[in-house]
């Protein structure tokens, strides 16, 4: 893969797909500027190296044109932290926006408007694709939350670079730290699952059954399998259509030779509240009328242990109902734990927006080896897919390299 390390923008127009898709608040205040930031090591290279920018981005779902979703909160901002002016252009085809990117100067940059205010970016279009494209002479995708979807901004548009289509450094760094743990991961590898459903994280638990040795499944879809085991499970969240599955992934387990970690003890609710009662059971025995909303004592010591003594951990997903004070000791201890196997050395890579969420509550995310920026996207990749937004990328760069070398030969 060619990395933008190793290309020189001088002079060059860069169009870079980011994802400033950032929570705001109802007086349209960035509540959290992490994206934002994240995508300036791949801004700032092509503006030192003498290239112009043009950055696009989706913001929200919006249908059509709805000035609540529109980019212009971030142009302050994103002004702010990269000490200069930022042109923002409010049509995405028109003359005007033409105009002012045909006259843009090195060390410019402009962000042109919501792309999602057009339907044609959501639906692959080719016609939109060729009008983006004429934008700019490089294109850069450093959107890895959004390169799961077929979309024209990540997709489409990436032919009509032909050669001069890149990775971003975040997205480069994803697809590299996504790697470690698919296909270099020290043993032990321990992958903590966790979060309300099996069915949103079935794939993704099939595929690292084939490269893990301990398998820890916590949240409201180890009920599921407690079920499945013959389990009573009370009134805790439940998918009755994915017993059969659950049970299939135990035989699984057994066959391959993974351990398999589950609940055994469990902080049970009379309600899904943090004002209900609570008490402590085995996770197998809940009585009606109570449902299952954390990992008891026993278990958070049990999963604590595993991965203190595991060189390799992949968390996704919280052990129980985190938002709500009573429900979260599962999901701290959790966090507790891989922070301290990552100092002791080692390789951590959380992701979903909960497990971030709740890494970031305890302050925890600098003690992590590394903190995906896709939800989505993340398990997608973990699953094995080929990603659009990767692959049509990866492509375009295997073309040129075989290119290169049978014409190599041929010289
Ligand atoms: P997911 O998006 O599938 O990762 O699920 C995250 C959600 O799962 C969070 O909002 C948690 O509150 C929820 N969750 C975790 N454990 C439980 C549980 N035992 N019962 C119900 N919901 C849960």
Same mark, same amino acid.
């Given at each position: 893969?060619? @990395?933008?390390?190793?290309?020189?923008?001088?002079?060059?127009?860069?169009?870079?797909?980011? !994802? &400033?898709?950032?929570? %705001?608040?109802?007086?349209?205040?960035?509540?959290?500027?992490?994206?934002?930031?994240? @995508?300036?090591? $791949?801004?700032?290279?092509?503006?030192?190296?003498?290239? $112009?920018?043009?950055?696009? @981005?989706?913001?929200?779902?919006p249908n059509g044109y709805e000035p609540d979703y529109s980019l212009t909160p971030i142009v302050p901002l994103l002004s702010k932290l990269l000490g200069r002016n930022v042109i923002f252009t409010r049509d995405l085809f028109g003359p005007k926006t033409y105009e002012v990117c045909g006259k843009m100067k090195p060390g410019e940059v402009a962000l042109l408007e919501n792309l999602r205010f057009y339907p044609e970016e959501e639906a692959g279009d080719e016609k939109f694709a060729q009008d983006l494209a004429k934008l700019?002479?490089?294109?850069?995708?450093?959107? &890895?939350? $959004?390169?799961?979807?077929?979309?024209?901004?990540?997709? $489409?548009?990436?032919?009509y670079?032909? !050669?001069?289509?890149?990775?971003? %450094?975040?997205?480069?760094?994803?697809?590299?730290n996504l790697d470690k743990v698919l296909y270099e991961a020290e043993p032990p590898f321990t992958a903590i699952i966790g979060g309300a459903k099996v069915s949103t994280k079935i794939g993704v638990i099939k595929n690292l059954l084939n490269k893990v040795d301990n398998m820890i499944i916590g949240g409201g879809m180890a009920f599921t399998f407690i079920k499945a085991l013959g389990g009573k499970v009370g009134d805790s969240i439940i998918e009755d259509d994915k017993i059969d599955l659950a049970r299939s992934i135990i035989q699984e387990v057994m066959l391959k030779g993974v351990n398999l970690y589950l609940p055994t003890d469990a902080v049970i609710a009379n309600g899904f509240s943090n004002e209900a009662d609570t008490q402590t059971v085995s996770a197998d025995s809940i009585p009606d009328g109570w449902m299952g909303l954390d990992i008891g004592p026993k278990t958070r010591r049990r999963f604590a242990e595993i991965i203190t003594h595991s060189q390799t951990i %992949?968390?996704?997903?919280?052990?129980?109902? &985190?938002?709500?004070?009573? &429900?979260?000791?599962?999901?701290?201890?959790i966090a507790i734990a891989v922070a301290s196997a990552t100092i002791s050395g080692s390789f951590s890579l959380v992701g979903g927006g909960d497990s971030v969420a709740a890494i970031n509550q305890y302050n925890l995310a600098d003690q992590m080896s590394y903190v995906s920026t896709g939800g989505g996207a993340m398990l997608e990749y973990l699953e094995g897919k080929e990603l659009p937004g990767i692959a049509a990328i990866r492509k375009k760069n295997t073309e040129t390299a075989k290119t290169t070398k049978s014409n190599k030969k041929k010289a």
């Open positions: 893969m060619v @990395s933008i390390k190793d290309v020189n923008f001088k002079g060059k127009k860069v169009l870079i797909r980011v !994802d &400033f898709n950032v929570p %705001l608040n109802h007086n349209r205040q960035i509540m959290d500027d992490t994206r934002i930031r994240e @995508s300036l090591p $791949t801004i700032m290279k092509v503006l030192n190296d003498g290239g $112009t920018v043009i950055l696009m @981005s989706h913001l929200g779902r700019a002479d490089i294109y850069i995708n450093d959107a &890895f939350a $959004t390169s799961h979807r077929k979309h024209t901004s990540v997709a $489409t548009i990436v032919k670079f032909g !050669d001069n289509a890149y990775f971003g %450094l975040l997205l480069e760094n994803e697809i590299q %992949l968390w996704n997903g919280p052990m129980g109902v &985190f938002e709500m004070e009573n &429900f979260r000791q599962g999901t701290k201890s």
